[in-house]
């Protein structure tokens, strides 16, 4: 039987990569054969076009290549690693995946909508995920967050605008198919934002 596709999003600071370890922990715990990933990356070829995309550089890199790259990225991904693991019926786990190219190229650079889904139905086929966990937060907690972490990568130099229309962008996917997202307050303490994540995924069957 295929896999089932879980994704994680959010904007800057919403603890994707901490609450990705608990989602593994559930799957795993529940006895599912996981492969855990990210986007941009997650192959060699395409963890060389994440760095091209995160490193601040001196020549912008105008929105088309980021785009292109965002896909070129995915296509290496889904060919080499996520179809492949589906179809042998593990589950994949994967930190990021298309409606991050909705929100950030979609709402941040306010590209066109119907370029994206064109390239959309050419990368990615009858690849969906079955369910994506959306961290939301507002923008100046997580912003607070991210700048208390770590050096700011390329994206997270951009202005408050830039990270609004992201959220408004990710919102609205989520409103748009409520089936798939389960929207997760990651607000409060962790605690409490992995108990949302538990009850989201009792969907799915797991930790029922
Ligand atoms: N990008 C794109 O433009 N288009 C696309 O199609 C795709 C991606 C796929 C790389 O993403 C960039 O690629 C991304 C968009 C672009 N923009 N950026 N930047 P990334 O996922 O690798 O980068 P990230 O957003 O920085 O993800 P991250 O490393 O998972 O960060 P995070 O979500 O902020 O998670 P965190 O490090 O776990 O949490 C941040 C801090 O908050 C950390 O100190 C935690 O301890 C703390 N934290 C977490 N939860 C809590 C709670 N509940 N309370 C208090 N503090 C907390």
Known sequence: ?????????GGEGVGKSTNLAFIQQQLESAGIDLVVTREPGGTEVAEKIRQLLLTPSDEPICELSELLLVFAARAQH???????????????????????????????RAMDLNVIAALEQMVLCDIKAD???LLDLPVEVGMARARARAELDRFEQEQLSFFESVRAAYLARAEADPNRVAVI????????????????????GVGV
Request: proline share 3%; glycine share 10%; hydrophobic share 50%.
């Open 185 to 204: 307050d990651a607000a409060p303490a962790l605690g409490q934002v992995q108990q949302q994540i538990a009850v989201a995924l009792q969907k799915l």
């Open 131 to 133: 369910m994506t966990l």
């Open 78 to 108: 889904v060919e080499q690693l996520i179809k492949p693991a589906l179809e042998s019926g593990a589950w994949v786990l994967c930190d990021r995946f298309i409606d991050a190219t909705y929100a950030y190229q979609g709402g941040g």
């Open 1 to 9: 039987m295929r896999g089932k596709l879980i994704t994680v999003e």
